[in-house]
T-cell receptor, first 116, second 113 residues
Framework: DTGVSQNPRHKITKRGQNVTFRCDPISEHNRLYWYRQTLGQGPEFLTYFQNEAQLEKSRLLSDRFSAERPKGSFSTLEIQRTEQGDSAMYLC??????????????FGNGTRLTVT | AQSVTQPDIHITVSEGASLELRCNYSYGATPYLFWYVQSPGQGLQLLLKYFSGDTLVQGIKGFEAEFKRSQSSFNLRKPSVHWSDAAEYFCAVFTGGGNKLTFGTGTQLKVEL
């Protein structure tokens, strides 16, 4: 169990640029979640996958955001035409899933995005 | 909608003193509740969870929490705080399908030496 891995740890970009983050979940965890955390707030749910299927997207996930998990392993989160309001910590989490309620989420260390 | 409230934004305690962080939940049925800790610039680490059964749950690092249905609370406690416990603490509840978590706004703990 090597934990949830997120890359990069930090990303600074100019407004209007596109960015992509990667998350590698704990192996054999079939659920993968993306959260966003702004300063002074708790993490907010963005979307989650069961294997390769994206099962739910939050209203926070605007059209500029897209997430994929093509082979049911790692996931990417892309933000197009970044805005300053996108500056936040983006957290990835995974869980064994399978419908068990006894599966807490394991979080990565996050990617901190700064849009200038 | 299911939610959790953490009334205290900041708490300062002296090292060796006891600690209680408050969490209130809003949920119609029996909630699945969690406490996570976040050190600066880091992700979240699970301290403990409550699903059912014994209302006093033990976690890692000497933390415990008590589920009180009558008060809709799930407060986190530690008998003696260490300087390394300084961090932000989040209460959370499973929400809806897919075991999504809804978090409180967090309590920032400062430990005075």
């Amino acid at each position: 169990d090597t934990g949830v891995s997120q890359n990069p740890r930090h990303k600074i970009t100019k407004r209007g640029q596109n960015v992509t983050f990667r998350c590698d979940p704990i192996s054999e965890h079939n659920r993968l979640y993306w959260y966003r955390q702004t300063l002074g707030q708790g993490p907010e749910f963005l979307t989650y996958f069961q294997n390769e299927a994206q099962l739910e997207k939050s209203r926070l996930l605007s059209d500029r955001f897209s997430a994929e998990r093509p082979k049911g392993s790692f996931s990417t989160l892309e933000i197009q035409r970044t805005e300053q309001g996108d500056s936040a910590m983006y957290l990835c989490a995974s869980s064994p899933g399978g419908g068990s309620v006894h599966s807490p989420l394991h979080f990565g260390n996050g990617t901190r995005l700064t849009v200038t | 909608a299911q939610s959790v409230t953490q009334p205290d934004i900041h708490i300062t305690v002296s090292e060796g003193a006891s600690l209680e962080l408050r969490c209130n939940y809003s949920y119609g049925a029996t909630p699945y509740l969690f406490w996570y800790v976040q050190s600066p610039g880091q992700g979240l680490q699970l301290l403990l969870k409550y699903f059912s059964g014994d209302t006093l749950v033990q976690g890692i690092k000497g933390f415990e929490a008590e589920f009180k249905r009558s008060q809709s609370s799930f407060n986190l406690r530690k008998p003696s705080v260490h300087w390394s416990d300084a961090a932000e603490y989040f209460c959370a509840v499973f929400t809806g399908g897919g075991n999504k978590l809804t978090f409180g706004t967090g309590t920032q703990l400062k430990v005075e030496l």
